[in-house]
């Protein structure tokens, strides 16, 4: 993992999931952690709650859902003042979903299956910030996708 790349969580259970995430996450310029579970979840955040650029949550998972995971994701940056977007990243395509995991606390939501200039593009609005080195990263990256004719 290079340390100059935004780095994200995901939380994402399905290894074929997983598969095209991290693929797609290296291929714009990230890095990601990858963990199955929201208890999995917790336990990277509790670990270093300011490591991650953004969390891909996924809504469907064994033990603890996304929309537990992302209450408890925000009970515990209450007390240390922090905040990481959290985009939900879900089969589940209907306004209800959407409107529940806007109202536990997530920051964005993207539908399975999704395009992957959606993907980019949802990646790039929650992790590129002026204040953080980051953004450079993500340019530079955006600029040589352009000159080659992709995005």
């Given at each position: 993992?290079?340390?100059?790349?935004?780095?994200?969580?995901?939380?994402?259970?399905?290894?074929?999931?997983?598969?095209?995430?991290?693929?797609?996450?290296?291929?714009?310029?990230?890095?990601?952690?990858?963990?199955?579970?929201?208890?999995?979840?917790?336990?990277a955040l509790?670990?270093?709650?300011?490591?991650?650029?953004?969390?891909?949550?996924?809504?469907?998972?064994?033990?603890?859902n996304g929309?537990?995971?992302?209450?408890?994701?925000?009970?515990?940056?209450?007390?240390?003042?922090?905040?990481?977007?959290?985009?939900?990243?879900?089969?589940?395509?209907?306004?209800?979903?959407?409107?529940?995991?806007?109202?536990?606390?997530?920051?964005?939501?993207?539908?399975?299956?999704?395009?992957?200039?959606?993907?980019?593009?949802?990646?790039?609005?929650?992790?590129?910030?002026?204040?953080?080195?980051?953004?450079?990263?993500?340019?530079?990256?955006?600029?040589?996708?352009?000159?080659?004719?992709?995005?």
């Open positions: 993992m290079e340390s100059n790349k935004p780095l994200l969580l995901v939380v994402e259970d399905d290894p074929s999931q997983q598969k095209v995430i991290l693929a797609l996450s290296e291929k714009y310029g990230y890095s990601a952690v990858m963990v199955n579970t929201g208890r999995e979840a917790l336990a509790s670990a270093c709650d300011t490591c991650f650029d953004a969390i891909l949550m996924d809504w469907k998972m064994p033990q603890m929309i537990e995971c992302t209450y408890s994701i925000r009970e515990m940056e209450s007390k240390t003042r922090t905040r990481t977007p959290i985009i939900a990243v879900t089969a589940y395509a209907s306004e209800y979903y959407h409107r529940a995991c806007l109202e536990a606390g997530m920051d964005d939501y993207l539908s399975k299956p999704f395009d992957p200039d959606a993907f980019r593009q949802m990646l790039h609005k929650w992790t590129c910030n002026s204040k953080r080195s980051n953004l450079h990263v993500l340019r530079k990256a955006d600029e040589t996708s352009s000159e080659n004719g992709s995005a």
